[in-house]
T-cell receptor, first 112, second 112 residues
Framework: GQNIDQPTEMTATEGAIVQINCTYQ??????LFWYQQHAGEAPTFLSY????GLEEKGRFSSFLSRSKGYSYLLLKELQMKDSASYLC?????????????FGGGTRVLVKP | EAQVTQNPRYLITVTGKKLTVTCSQNMNHEYMSWYRQDPGLGLRQIYY???????DKGDVPEGYKVSRKEKRNFPLILESPSPNQTSLYFC???????????FGSGTRLTVV
């Protein structure tokens, strides 16, 4: 089976940095996705990591350690619009249909 | 513009009255899925399709039906809706196994 854990909620100040952790247990590993979801809206793709290390994309970076079953999403220079839920997800290649299993999401609240 | 289109965005209905939520994608994607999202439970897969006329159950298929008669369309059918199907529903599509999803805007369904 697959299990994904992330913190439920985090609060940070505008301009600061926040790190959202995700741990996973999977039978087989084929990469890890991060999605951003504003309240009541569709999740939107942020990043996909398949190899160990840090990938930077503007203010957002994502890190993966396959040996530790661990990833994090780093949000720098926080803006008010970054207030959203951040979802960690892993594909299950043993299941047909390109199934993505999602964590419960981390709600990030950015305060002025 | 590449997108997944769901309709309606909001729907209030009564118990037992059949309804269909439509989903259409214009990216020629093979894979399509339906997810429901509930507080504290995250995104859970209802049904998926790997191609025309190929569909299968996800994690929470009870009370739902789907069809895939054309590649672009993947409607979700609730034959006899019940209040426990009150939820936020997302249709999603992807190019292939291991690719990330593009999500529709969501359908907020309330069954009274």
């Amino acid at each position: 089976g697959q299990n994904i854990d992330q913190p439920t909620e985090m609060t940070a100040t505008e301009g600061a940095i926040v790190q959202i952790n995700c741990t996973y247990q999977t039978s087989g590993f084929n990469g890890l996705f991060w999605y951003q979801q504003h309240a009541g809206e569709a999740p939107t793709f942020l990043s996909y990591n398949v190899l160990d290390g840090l990938e930077e994309k503007g203010r957002f970076s994502s890190f993966l350690s396959r040996s530790k079953g661990y990833s994090y999403l780093l949000l720098k220079e926080l803006q008010m619009k970054d207030s959203a839920s951040y979802l960690c997800a892993v594909p299950n290649f043993k299941a047909a249909g390109n199934k993505l299993t999602f964590g419960g999401g981390t709600r990030v609240l950015v305060k002025p | 513009e590449a997108q997944v289109t769901q309709n309606p965005r909001y729907l209030i209905t009564v118990t037992g009255k059949k309804l269909t939520v439509t989903c259409s994608q214009n990216m020629n994607h093979e894979y399509m899925s339906w997810y429901r999202q509930d507080p504290g439970l995250g995104l859970r897969q209802i049904y998926y399709s790997m191609n025309v006329e190929v569909t299968d159950k996800g994690d929470v298929p009870e009370g739902y039906k789907v069809s895939r008669k054309e590649k672009r369309n993947f409607p979700l059918i609730l034959e006899s809706p019940s209040p426990n199907q009150t939820s936020l529903y997302f249709c999603a599509s992807s190019l292939g196994q291991g690719d990330g999803y593009t999500f529709g805007s969501g359908t907020r369904l309330t069954v009274v």
